[in-house]
């Protein structure tokens, strides 16, 4: 075919007679349909929901804010996480702390639809107020809505 | 002028100012906290130190006015050591909360820091100084003196360019304050500009306080719409809403300052926005609201345009050649009634309306109560809140078809059978001539709201609906047709130059 | 075995040698009133012969400052420094309480050698009794016409005002002294300009020591050679000493320029108390460098000896520190004064000196570590010569001299001294 | 006479219910071998009461949820040739099963019973055009739906179906110069008996490279991998991308028993159809006894087998699931021993075959036996296409005109100058 050029190693006859290599090819897949009747143990294949994959410590999962002591949220509204969130997927909105005149999140948005949990605004926080370490990673839901995670929730994992 | 030397060039610049002028003549910038072009020399941050030859210690470059044969380094390791020392001092007693400091981003600290410090802290934070934060300076203005460098500008601002003894530095030493004299606030018509001028975040603004990160704003050159000074401004906006306002330095208009009047006069530009054209049928797209105004002048008898102190050069030409190619029966007349406010000796002129002096250059002023009472049937209004500024025409305007192009749902607006959205000033290019004739630009910051329009383009779908020939390929054939045919507007002015600085 | 010169204290030690009265008794305001034939370039010229210098501490040619003056002056100002605050200084006080009429005179003589109509007296707040003296001694005057709208010749009025400081050392600054005159805030100003040309109230100004001032009648009325027989070449006239700290006999001694300074604590104060050996001697007031024991005793009473030493001779006052001394502590006193008087105005005077008081407290509570100790040493380097006035010089120069002169002491006092192998209490 | 009427009619349900009640079967067997064959377990959650059979329940999951998605049709389409597509697709496919022999015939009653829906001497002529009629389902789908890719999807199909028909037709002469009949049921029965003494009497030793050729066209015809062209919906689009719902489902269910049919076309020409191999129907019919006691035998312990295999299924099932699906295990292992049981009984009881019982019986094993290489044959298409990636369409094209046909002529003459040779 004109424009084309064909990259690889010539077949040999045997190869370009094809029956043999399907033969081969097929004494592959049956070995491990075979393997696998008799083996079914041995299958990677988890029973998910009620089998689970043991996480390896340090998985992050989805975020949370972390609180202080007195159970505010740490987070200043600093938007330093939604600066650096290449996927858009934070949004805050600041207010003004009551006791130490400072500035606390009083809308705390991630669209955990957008995110691609690079962990970027855990390196961002400057106080270490968003975490990623709930080791949650079930997070299917039945609307867009509930997707959006807000302060409360959050805080709250 | 002067002939010195300034790190092994030699340079020639005007007799009379200090080193920091000068080297910026050159584009080198001496780093500065205290030093402010249109303050006061101080002399107290010591950041601004250069190495004069045969001068043993390093000199302020604000406080020592340039000299023939002066031979001055500003970037020598003895400079370079100092200036990283001072730093240090500075941050001694700086609280780390850059995260929740709204200046983050604009801050002098951070930016000399990462120019001239970077060295590692030897102080632990528990060693700081407390001192009061969040404290009410005034309506404007909350200061956090935790984060002061005491570089007494506002101090100064308050002295020297307000005129009035409002701030004071109290205390000594390692407790020195910022602080308002006993019982008084600072409340000076343009308190908020030491929230410009503070180079750190000790001073700010309680409008705009924890509303956007300042890393987030787009800014635009204009021009302040509150009155015929026409001072020069940046209009910042973020997710499309105009966020706040900052003077933009002009030294021969504003300098470097704004009343606090112009300062909060964005608000309008957000809220209350005409977003479609609307008639007594409800809401039109934007092809049929020009056919339907078309439809309006076209079957009134008579025919009145009023024409906006308030409209760009721009469209208020744009206006008069939509006259004379449209409606050439129509009478056309200019004026507003926007009340006058308080002159001061600083900034504020008592006419509210940026552009008086362009629409009398454009020859468009005239008796508006007049022209209402010899009765024309239909009166197209650009830009103009007649009813809002005066509600006694009501009388006059009663029983007549009004067409209103406005940019905010204003009284006018509401009382006008078509309504058609067009932008303000912050959505479009356009220029103001100032009360003394000088014409300045103003470039667009935001997307148009809505369906909203430049006037002008309004303008042309009517006479197109009128089957008039009225067009224009863009903004720029516009301006230049404008300035072609008003030469007294004398084009666009040129800034005077110097004293820009960013810090 | 030296003995006292005594030109200032003459008429002092009676119990009423402050009145007009007695002083006038004494010989007072001879010179003043030889000087009201004279030209005043002529006071200025015999000044600059007597080769009289600045008894503030800088040790300034006083003949040559009042030159310093423009030609051509609509008002001159002529201010008295008299907040004598300085740790360790007070002979002003002295001279203000035994003798006002010493200094009005010097004032009146000044006044008539730049063309000053009004003079100020900036007295230190806390001088109660001092205050109390030259006020009456003023009124005195005045009442005398010796000031007044005629004390300088006929039609040539010379006024006093004396204000009464609010107590803080930089007032002693002379560019703070002016704004503090002026109602300002106590800081010092950015020189240039030199008061002598723009000083207070914008006016050319002339600002000089309560001592300075107090040897001019003599200069007036002994002549300049006389004055420049006592003491030395560069230094001539006497000089009073406050001497305090461990000696028998702490007091102000007036000494010829150029007697040893051992002869000063042994023979007129009395040896180090107790029989006790000397350690360390501040020559010169608070904020001149220390000196030890040896350097001490080598030294002479005279502004170029002192400064050969590596230290100054200031304001005279002498502080004498015996063996038992703490320096460690000495220095944190020091250092906590000069935090708490530092005016806040420069970058690393206002935020250095708070920070080297606390380092130093933070060592002499034997919670300092090696690195505190550079931190001293560099912080110390950071601020000298970095700011308007010397406030910040005047505390980094003891600080360097305490840390280098008696470092095994500092070291001693360190947490981590046992990780030094070069620390030996 | 009501008998002569009902048996045409029954044994055209059963050509119409057999190849139907294949396809959940076989895509059941086409996601679990897909499954393994990628070391995963397949489908296994759909169930009913608990129990869910491996996965064998979700054939019936996706007919309700293909019955219950939305079903589009496309603006601007022709209903009727739309409709027709799919519709024509399950129904052609279906009629092969009419003629195939299910078993030998019986005798009842002096009688003659063809076990076939239809007996029709020109069978093969019949599959041939049949399967010819394939492309119109085909074209019909992808004109019907009124889409410029829907309609070059469906003329590429066509092209490939075709252009196969040809090798295919080419490569049957060969059995049929070799059985000199057209009719099945002889084609069958002629493959009774022993080959060399040893070998079954099958086709497929006779005509190695014509089974082969007819093999690779009945690929192509049911446009199973690697001739899935039609099916490729990402890559190439095919000619059903507008169907949606049971219409979409009808031209799969139509795939699927087109390789049901094809499988038993291919066991009825090259495998013998029905018969079991070394075991002609005289001698199954004489040793009936015999062959019912083995057969019980083999149902009892192929039940204790299965009860054991599900006790150790159980307790795994257990430990997995707290729910009533862990008890899935207990009843299917109780059904298992209850046949066993059952079967074991009827051994104790069974003491002699009636000789119409004996012949229903060897129908019944004969039947069983070509369900067996259906089946067979079922998983042959299966494991190829979980094996094997997707020709391209020049590659389609080329192995069909270009080695197809010239082999399959040259099995015709070989065939022919043997038989020469023999004659």
């Known amino acids: 075919m004109p424009g084309i050029r064909t990259v690889g190693r010539p077949m040999n006859i045997k190869e370009k007679w094809y029956l043999f290599e399907i033969a081969k090819g097929m004494m592959v897949s049956i070995r491990h349909l075979v393997s696998n009747i008799f083996h079914q143990d041995r299958m990677p294949t988890l029973q998910y929901p009620e089998e689970k994959r043991v996480l390896p410590e340090r998985f992050r999962g989805r975020h949370r804010l972390t609180k202080r002591e007195d159970g505010t949220p740490k987070c200043v509204a600093c938007y330093c996480c939604q600066t650096a969130c290449p996927a858009d997927c934070i949004s805050i909105e600041a207010g003004e702390r009551p006791d130490a005149g400072e500035k606390v999140a009083v809308r705390f948005d991630i669209n955990i639809l957008r995110c691609v949990f690079c962990g970027l605004c855990v390196e961002a926080c400057p106080v270490d107020a968003i975490r990623m370490d709930t080791g949650k990673y079930e997070l299917s839901s039945d609307s867009r809505k509930k997707l959006i995670y807000d302060i409360d929730t959050l805080l709250n994992d | 002028m002067a002939k010195f030397t300034l790190n092994g060039v030699e340079r020639e610049v005007p007799d009379g100012i200090n080193l920091i002028e000068a080297a910026l003549l050159s584009k080198v910038r001496i780093p500065h906290y205290c030093y402010h072009p249109g303050l006061s020399p101080e002399g107290n941050c010591r950041m601004c130190v250069v190495e004069i030859e045969g001068i043993p210690k390093l000199q302020t470059a604000c406080t020592t006015l340039v000299a023939d044969g002066m031979v001055v380094e500003t970037e020598s390791e003895k400079v370079i050591q100092e200036r990283t020392e001072v730093m240090e001092f500075l941050l001694r007693n700086h609280p780390i909360d850059c995260p929740i400091c709204d200046q983050a981003g604009e801050c002098g600290l951070q930016k000399y820091y990462m120019e001239h410090g970077l060295h590692d802290s030897r102080v632990a934070v528990e060693e700081k100084i407390l001192k009061r934060k969040r404290v009410d300076l005034g309506p404007l203005v909350v200061l956090d003196s935790e984060r002061c460098i005491l570089c007494s500008r506002c101090v100064r601002f308050c002295d020297e360019v307000a005129g009035v003894r409002e701030l004071v530095l109290a205390n000594r030493g390692g407790r020195s304050e910022i602080t308002t004299f006993p019982g008084r606030t600072l409340e000076n018509p343009y308190s908020g500009n030491v929230v410009d001028i503070c180079p750190v975040g000790a001073l700010t603004s309680k409008d705009f306080r924890f509303k956007v990160r300042v890393w987030f704003l787009k800014t635009a050159d204009s021009i302040c719409p509150g009155c015929e000074r026409g001072c020069n401004i940046y209009l910042e906006q973020y997710q499309n809403e105009v966020q706040r306002i900052r003077p933009r330095a002009n030294p021969d208009v504003n300098r470097w300052w704004i009343c606090d009047d112009g300062r909060l006069d964005y608000k309008w530009i957000n809220r209350d926005r005409l977003l479609r054209a609307e008639g007594e049928a409800g809401t039109h797209p934007p092809e049929r609201a020009d056919e339907e105004a078309a439809r309006m002048l076209k079957e009134a008898s008579s025919v009145l345009l009023v024409a906006s102190p308030r409209s760009s050069n721009e469209n208020l030409f744009a206006l008069k050649r939509f006259r004379d190619a449209a409606l050439p029966r129509a009478a056309l007349v200019g004026g507003s009634f926007r009340k006058p406010w308080e002159e001061d000796r600083i900034l504020k002129r008592p006419d509210r309306n940026p552009n008086r002096k362009g629409m009398e250059l454009l020859g468009l002023s005239g008796d508006l109560e007049g022209a209402l009472r010899t009765g024309p049937e239909c009166v197209l209004v650009v830009e103009n809140d007649l009813l809002g500024d005066r509600p006694e025409l009501a009388d006059l305007l009663r029983g007549k078809k009004l067409i209103a192009l406005a940019s905010n749902r204003d009284a006018t607006a509401e009382a006008a059978a078509l309504r058609i959205p067009v932008c303000t000033y912050a959505e479009t290019e356009g220029s103001w001539t100032n009360f003394e004739g000088r014409t300045q630009a103003f470039r667009p910051v935001l997307k148009a709201v809505g369906e909203s329009r430049p006037v002008f383009r309004v303008l042309e779908g009517i006479a197109r609906a009128l089957e008039a020939s009225l067009a224009w390929s863009d903004f720029e054939t516009l301006r230049a047709e404008t300035f072609q045919a008003a030469p007294a507007l004398g084009g666009l002015a040129r800034t005077s130059g110097g004293g820009a600085h960013a810090l | ?425 | 006479m009501l008998f002569d009427l009902l048996l045409p009619v029954l044994f055209a349900l059963v050509a119409a219910f057999l190849p139907l009640m294949f396809v959940p079967l076989l895509v059941w067997g086409e996601r679990k071998a897909a499954a393994f064959i990628q070391d995963r377990t397949g489908p296994n959650r759909a169930e009913v009461l608990g129990i869910r059979l491996g996965g064998l329940v979700h054939p019936f999951a996706d007919v309700v949820k293909l019955l219950g998605k939305e079903d589009w049709t496309p603006e601007r389409v022709n209903r009727f040739y739309y409709n027709l597509g799919p519709f024509l697709a399950l129904f052609i496919s279906m009629l092969p099963f009419a003629i195939v022999p299910l078993a030998d015939s019986l005798s009842v009653g002096g009688r003659i019973i063809e076990m076939r829906a239809v007996t029709l001497n020109v069978g093969i002529l019949f599959v041939l055009a049949i399967t010819s009629f394939h492309v119109y389902a085909i074209v019909l789908g992808g004109w019907g739906a009124n889409n410029t890719y829907t309609l070059i999807g469906g003329m590429r199909s066509a092209a490939q179906m075709v252009s196969y028909e040809l090798a295919m037709g080419l490569s049957l002469i060969g059995v049929l110069m070799i059985s000199q009949t057209l009719d099945l049921g002889a084609i069958v029965r002629q493959q009774g008996g022993l080959l060399f003494g040893f070998l079954p009497r099958w086709n497929v030793f006779l005509q190695p490279l014509g089974f082969l050729l007819f093999l690779i066209a009945l690929f192509a015809e049911t446009n199973r991998n690697p001739f899935d062209l039609p099916e490729g919906e990402s890559e190439i689009i095919g000619f059903h991308v507008e169907y949606s719902s049971m219409r979409f489902a009808f031209y799969f269910m139509g795939e699927y028993i087109a390789m049901v049919a094809g499988s038993a076309v291919i066991a009825t020409l090259y495998f013998g159809g029905w018969q079991v191999p070394w075991l002609g129907t005289e001698t199954l019919r004489a040793n009936a006894l015999l062959a019912a006691r083995v057969l019980l035998v083999l149902i009892a312990v192929f039940g204790v087998l299965a009860a054991v295999l599900f006790r150790s299924y159980g307790r795994r099932l257990r430990i997995l699931y707290r729910d009533r699906r862990s008890r899935e295990a207990k009843v299917l292992g109780a059904a298992s021993i209850f046949v066993a049981v059952l079967a074991l009984l009827a051994l104790a009881f069974l003491s002699g075959i009636r000789p119409l019982g004996a012949q229903i019986l060897v129908a019944a094993v004969q039947f069983l036996f070509l369900v067996a290489k259906i089946l067979a044959f079922g998983f042959l298409f299966i494991w190829v296409r979980w094996t094997l990636p997707r020709f391209r369409y020049d590659q389609v094209m080329g192995l069909g005109w270009k080695s197809l046909v010239p082999l399959g002529l040259l099995n015709i003459a070989v065939t022919g100058l043997v038989l020469l040779g023999i004659d």
Request: hydrophobic residues 40%; proline residues 5%; glycine residues 10%.
């Open chain 3, 1 to 425: 075995m030296i003995a006292e010169t005594i030109l200032l204290k003459a008429r002092m030690g009676n119990t009423d040698s402050h009145t007009l009265a007695s002083a006038r008794a004494a010989g007072a305001y001879r010179a003043s009133a030889k000087t009201l034939a004279a030209a005043p370039e002529e006071i200025v010229q015999l000044v600059k012969d007597s080769g009289l210098r600045g008894r503030g501490g800088a040790g300034f040619p006083t003949g040559l400052k009042w030159t310093f003056l423009p030609k051509n002056r609509d008002a001159t100002y002529l201010c008295v420094n008299a907040d004598e605050s300085e740790p360790g200084t007070f002979k002003d006080r002295l001279i203000l309480e035994e003798d006002p009429h010493l200094l009005i005179e010097g004032i009146v003589i000044a006044c008539r050698a730049i063309r000053c109509a009004h003079a100020y007296l900036y007295i230190r707040g806390e001088f109660c009794l001092p205050h109390e003296r030259i006020r009456a001694a003023a009124d005195e005057a005045y009442a005398a016409g010796l000031l007044g709208p005629n004390a300088g010749g006929p039609g040539q009025a010379i006024d006093l005002t004396i204000h009464r400081g609010a107590g803080a050392y930089i007032c002693g600054e002379e560019t703070a002294l002016l704004n503090s005159i002026e109602g300002k805030k106590g800081q010092p100003r950015m020189k240039p300009p030199f008061p002598t040309n723009v000083g207070l109230f914008g006016k050319p100004t002339v600002i000089n020591n309560v001592e300075t001032l107090a040897n001019l009648p003599f200069i007036v009325e002994k002549g300049p050679d006389a004055y420049r027989a006592i003491g030395t070449e560069k230094s001539p006239g006497t000089r009073l000493m406050s001497v305090s700290g461990h000696v028998e006999r702490p007091g102000v001694y007036e000494v010829a320029h150029g007697v040893p300074m051992r002869g000063l604590i042994e023979d007129l104060a009395g040896g180090v108390r107790g029989g006790r050996k000397l350690k360390a001697l501040i020559p010169g007031g608070s904020s001149t460098p220390v000196l030890t024991a040896e350097e001490a005793y080598a030294v002479n009473v005279d502004f170029e000896s002192v400064q050969a030493a590596g230290s100054m001779l200031g304001s005279g006052g002498c502080i004498v520190m015996d063996e038992t001394t703490d320096m460690v502590w000495a220095l944190d006193k020091l250092a906590h004064f000069y935090a708490h008087e530092s005016c806040g105005q420069c970058t690393p005077c206002r935020e250095g000196s708070g920070w080297i008081a606390e380092i130093v407290r933070k060592i002499a509570t034997g919670k300092g570590t090696r690195a505190d100790l550079e931190k001293l040493e560099s912080l110390a380097a950071q601020i000298v010569g970095n700011t308007i006035c010397v406030f910040s010089d005047a505390l980094a120069m003891p600080v360097v001299s305490h840390v280098t002169k008696f470092r095994a002491e500092f070291e001693a006092h360190l947490a981590d001294r046992a990780s030094s192998s070069s620390a030996a209490p």
